[in-house]
């Protein structure tokens, strides 16, 4: 017969390093702390519902390590199962939770959505809300993507621009007659109480908040993206400092700046640098060498920085190539175009 001795009462007076398999994703656990808080503190998407030990969704195994029970104050021991929100490090651990998915692993679903919202928020850009059935039960990591699929047309892609704690799933879509698929997305929103996405998509995004301090550019829409971004690091614990450059063509293309002001306002840790070409050529790339020299002056160091940025290929590739010139680890720079428009 196996006898469980209670844990000792000395819980430990030093951080805890908690790292997640198969994911690999990791984080610090203050003393005391349960491992489902001190998960969600740097926004580690753990699947829970009751957080007292009875729905049993947040379950992990103990691969190594040693943690205690709060429940019945005993230790557990390695190869045990243990509840995240009813578990204290006691040393550093390893688990096994497959439900925790490393950035970008999220495998993609088709879901029937309902349009809870079409406005127009600027001259050609439309804020669109949609709800999905069995919300808690899809994952996603703040930057990702979704497609629009409409019957008899190719999918559209658009960022997500909200929280994945968000109930609802918000889009930021640019759309005039002259953009047909966009307008056709827009009109089918617009007239329909259903439509079909398919997500999450993307790698260049967050699983859990970065150690560095991070350094957002967004052109145009792009913006949306960072939204979602901002909106996730606001719920954590995160932080070092936060730069957001978003560059437009025309001031009226900047189509919240109010929000990003308010950020600005409300986070100590956030500045926000608005950047405006004024001119309506289309054609000329000149405002994304603007946005490049607006960034490279922000005066970061930039062998200890993370780089998100969402725009044209044009754009990225020009703002990556002038950052790993300046010094930025490729590795360090994050977007979607590396991945749906590689260079040849």
């Known amino acids: 017969m196996k006898v469980r001795h209670p844990a000792p009462s000395d819980k430990g007076s ?24 001190a998960a969600a503190q740097v926004g580690i998407d753990v699947p829970s519902a009751c957080r007292n ?17 709060t429940r019945n104050q005993q230790t557990i021991e390695v ?16 688990l096994e939770i497959p439900a925790v ?16 919202d079409v406005r127009s928020i600027s001259h050609d850009v439309y ?52 953009w047909v698929s966009a307008q056709k997305v827009i009109d089918a ?40 971004l901002v909106d996730y690091l606001r719920e954590t614990s995160y ?21 990003a002001q308010q950020w600005q306002d409300e986070w100590p840790r956030f500045t926000f640098l608005p950047v405006v070409g004024d001119d309506e050529d289309n054609d000329w790339a000149g405002h994304h060498d603007q946005l490049v020299r607006a960034v490279l002056a922000s005066g970061m160091d930039w062998e200890n920085v993370e780089v998100h940025a969402s725009g044209s290929p044009t754009m990225v590739y020009t703002l ?6 300046a010094g930025l680890p490729e590795a360090a720079f994050f977007s979607d175009v590396l991945e749906y428009a590689p260079r040849t």
């Open 14 to 37: 030093k951080q805890r390093a908690v790292r997640l398999l198969p994911s690999g994703i990791a984080f610090t656990a203050e003393p005391g702390a349960d491992l489902l808080g």
């Open 189 to 228: 929103l617009t007239s329909g109480g259903e439509v079909t996405v398919e997500l999450p998509h993307g790698k260049a995004c967050l699983a859990s908040a970065p150690t560095k301090p991070l350094l957002l550019v967004a052109a145009g829409t792009g913006f949306a993206q960072m939204k979602s």
């Open 320 to 325: 990556m190539d002038a950052l790993v010139e």
């Open 127 to 178: 804020r669109v809300e949609l709800q999905l059935p069995r919300r808690r039960e899809l994952s996603f990591h703040a930057g990702q993507y979704l497609s629009v699929n409409l019957p008899d047309a190719d999918p559209c892609y658009f960022s997500i621009a909200s929280s994945p704690s968000a109930q609802n799933i918000e889009l930021h879509i640019q759309a005039t007659p002259e």
């Open 239 to 259: 932080d070092q400092p936060v730069k957001l450059y978003w560059g437009v063509r025309r001031h009226e293309d900047m189509y919240l700046r109010a929000l």
């Open 101 to 116: 998915m490393a950035a970008g692993n999220n495998q993609p679903g088709k879901f029937q959505a309902k349009v809870v």
């Open 53 to 69: 030990g009875v729905c049993e969704i947040c379950e992990a195994r103990l691969l190594a390590g040693s943690a205690l029970n």
């Open 79 to 94: 190869g045990e199962r243990l509840m995240m929100c009813r578990s204290i490090a006691l040393t550093d651990l390893e």
